[in-house]
């Protein structure tokens, strides 16, 4: 199994919604990503987790808040979120290399959010 | 920290081959790798190279490595209708557990 699933696919909410994306991969990797996508941009990293411990967080606004419960779950939980969130939230996992950095990530299709 | 460039667009013709350029500024980046983005999906590892490799040919895809100036181009040959996507080059983050992509090379193919 080399897939890492995303759920929802698409996502609409209101500025006062409280909802959760999820993400979840059955390949053994330690390392969980979360990457915001905007149109026609490359992907912004916003967390990682490496061995279920947030490891990075790049100055991501606290109404976003990730959640790894176990070693193939990752989620995102969303809070008041504002239309400029709107967004491909992509999902990512890899193995984590002893020296050398990260090991290639594995994508999800990615949820698409739209904050209205 | 870690910047990685390339070209926004390019433009071939079907059968031809097609050369996608990237630039990084970390030179103690161990991989580098592309990925492949086709419209409303997520992002699809193509391949990646070693730090200590020149070349790596995988079927109709050529990675060149020029560490010296640390640019890294992506070939592919006999370039097809379904090669148009968007590629991206990426570098991970000197001892860190993160990628960073370069901005994308959205490649379209005329007939």
């Known amino acids: 199994d080399t897939e890492v699933t995303q759920t929802p696919k698409h996502l609409v909410m209101g500025m006062t919604n409280k909802k959760s994306l999820k993400c979840e991969q059955h390949?053994?990797?330690?390392?969980m990503y979360w990457y915001k996508q905007k149109a026609k941009k490359p992907p912004e990293l916003m967390f990682v987790?490496?061995?279920?411990?947030?490891?990075i967080n790049e100055s991501v606004p606290s109404r976003f808040s990730p959640e790894c419960p176990n070693s193939s779950l990752l989620n995102l939980h969303l809070h008041a979120l504002q239309p400029e969130d709107s967004a491909l939230y992509l999902c990512?996992?890899?193995?984590?290399?002893?020296?050398?950095?990260?090991?290639?990530?594995?994508f999800g299709e990615g949820s698409r959010l739209t904050v209205l | 920290g870690e910047d990685v460039e390339q070209s926004l667009f390019l433009s071939v013709r079907e059968g031809d081959s097609s050369v996608i350029n990237c630039t990084y500024t970390?030179?103690?980046?161990?991989?580098l790798y592309w990925y492949k983005q086709e419209p409303g999906a997520g992002l699809q590892l193509l391949t990646y190279?070693?730090?200590?490799?020149d070349m790596k040919q995988d079927q109709r895809l050529t990675v060149l490595l020029n560490k010296k100036d640390k640019h890294l181009s992506l070939r592919i040959a006999d370039t097809q209708t379904g090669d148009s996507a968007i590629y991206f080059c990426?570098?991970?983050?000197?001892?860190?557990?993160?990628?960073?992509f370069g901005s994308g090379t959205r490649l379209s193919i005329r007939p």
């Open positions: 190279i070693f730090s200590n490799m």
């Open positions: 390949m053994g990797h330690r390392a």
């Open positions: 970390d030179s103690s980046s161990t991989y």
């Open positions: 990512a996992s890899s193995q984590v290399k002893v020296a050398g950095g990260p090991g290639e990530l594995f």
């Open positions: 987790y490496s061995y279920e411990k947030l490891s």
């Open positions: 990426a570098a991970p983050y000197s001892s860190a557990s993160k990628i960073i």
